[in-house]
């Protein structure tokens, strides 16, 4: 009994420590990317650049991860504006960061899992006259630190994998999802094999709400997700759509079933006032233990998921 008693209570003692760590290597990534120098990350930008060094530099070194592309790097080119009021447009070039997990068994290689974010967020705009830096803490450097995290986690597992694994930050989202319609018309990997896309886009504002959007692209997703657990009593907002204002669309129009969770908008969307300061990071671990269930099933089991035309207009 006294054994039992002691492997239990080392039981929960492991798992707080690990809530502990994961907030704090979630702080770490927000921090870096928030930071003054990174300006914002806007597209295009010196920040977008270093935000592409740092993210390819934690994914490098985490063990069972194989950088795609040329070391990571997808380079993403696109024609931008000059101006809001001036129609001429002039060649532009961003990013995403492309990293592959294998699974171990060599049976499980023939199907493959996409999980992604977005890096980038504004820049520096014009706020009362005073040039101000959109830090973009939540938007969405909460979903670069869930999703390198997330890489972390499924390298350490790869003996479980029953597919293989992609992470892509996507760059220029801000712009119109420029990064990710670009990867799915020029994949690193046969975009056939892809069984489904994960996204999360503004991780960072958890109020014990989550949305989820693309229930409507895959036949199964209602059965899935009714099998969830929720200790936590977290309020979900399931929406049907495919053609939502995030990267999982460009997945869905190429008939992938393509999911995205949110914690969700607040007043500080889009404006300077969007820092780390303002994100709840121990909320970060609740939400991502909801969204792990989901993770589970598309890389870790034989489920399979099916794609579903939802019909809704494109955005």
Do not use: C
Request: proline share 3%; charged share 25%; hydrophobic share 40%.
């Amino acid at each position: 009994m006294k054994k039992l008693v002691l492997i239990t209570i080392l039981g929960l003692i492991s798992v707080q420590i690990f809530a502990q760590t994961l907030e704090e290597r979630y702080r770490e990534h927000v921090g870096y990317l928030t930071s003054e120098k990174l300006q914002g990350r806007a597209a295009s930008t010196l920040g977008d650049t270093l935000s592409v060094e740092y993210i390819q530099g934690v994914l490098s070194k985490i063990d069972g991860v194989t950088l795609l592309g040329n070391n990571g790097i997808q380079v993403v080119p696109y024609s931008v504006r000059t101006s809001r009021t001036d129609t001429t447009r002039i060649s532009a070039t961003t990013f995403n960061v492309v990293a592959f997990i294998e699974a171990a068994n060599p049976a499980n290689r023939n199907r493959t899992v996409i999980m992604g974010a977005h890096y980038d967020h504004l820049g520096m705009r014009m706020v009362n006259d005073t040039l101000r830096i959109h830090p973009g803490a939540d938007d969405n450097a909460s979903g670069v630190a869930f999703m390198l995290e997330n890489a972390r986690e499924i390298a350490s597992q790869r003996d479980r994998l029953k597919t293989n694994v992609i992470i892509i930050l996507f760059g220029a989202e801000e712009r119109g999802t420029i990064g990710s319609r670009y990867y799915v018309d020029n994949p690193l990997k046969p975009i056939e094999e892809v069984k489904a896309m994960l996204n999360v886009d503004m991780f960072g504002r958890f109020r014990n709400g989550l949305t989820m959007r693309g229930l409507g692209t895959a036949h199964e997703a209602m059965q899935i997700l009714g099998k969830f657990e929720n200790p936590d009593k977290i309020d979900i907002i399931y929406e049907v759509r495919g053609n939502g204002p995030t990267d999982y669309a460009a997945f869905y129009r190429k008939g992938i079933p393509a999911f995205s969770f949110s914690t969700r908008q607040h007043d500080d969307y889009h404006t300077w006032r969007d820092t780390f300061e303002t994100v709840n990071f121990p909320g970060m671990v609740t939400a991502r233990n909801y969204v792990w269930q989901l993770i589970e099933v598309l890389a870790f089991t034989n489920t399979e998921v099916t794609f579903k035309d939802v019909m809704d207009p494109v955005k």
